[in-house]
């Protein structure tokens, strides 16, 4: 059982005939036991993780544009 968090998404799945993004990607090898546990809110440590992941990102960025300007 699939469940989408929006309408839209479960109506254009419907209508293409597909499965989620994230299933669709991983070509549904997951049970659906990983699936709920993916679905989990985030601790705060991850949340933190990914926020200086994606500071570090942006950082390297704008350093690539700074280099290519010079």
Same mark, same amino acid.
């Given at each position: 059982? *699939? #469940? ?6 479960? %109506?254009? @799945?419907?209508?293409?005939? #597909?499965? &989620?993004?994230? &299933? @669709?990607?991983? !070509? ?6 990983? =699936? #709920?546990?993916?679905?989990?809110? /985030? #601790?705060?440590?991850? /949340?933190?993780? =990914?926020?200086?992941? =994606?500071?570090?990102?942006? %950082? ?6 700074? *280099?290519?300007? !010079?």
């Amino acid at each position: 059982m *699939l #469940t989408y968090s929006r309408k839209s998404a479960f %109506d254009r @799945a419907v209508g293409n005939n #597909t499965v &989620c993004k994230s &299933c @669709a990607q991983m !070509d549904r090898k997951l049970t659906m036991e990983t =699936i #709920t546990k993916m679905q989990q809110p /985030k #601790t705060i440590q991850h /949340k933190r993780k =990914i926020s200086r992941g =994606i500071q570090k990102w942006w %950082d390297d960025k704008r350093e690539g544009e700074w *280099l290519s300007l !010079d």
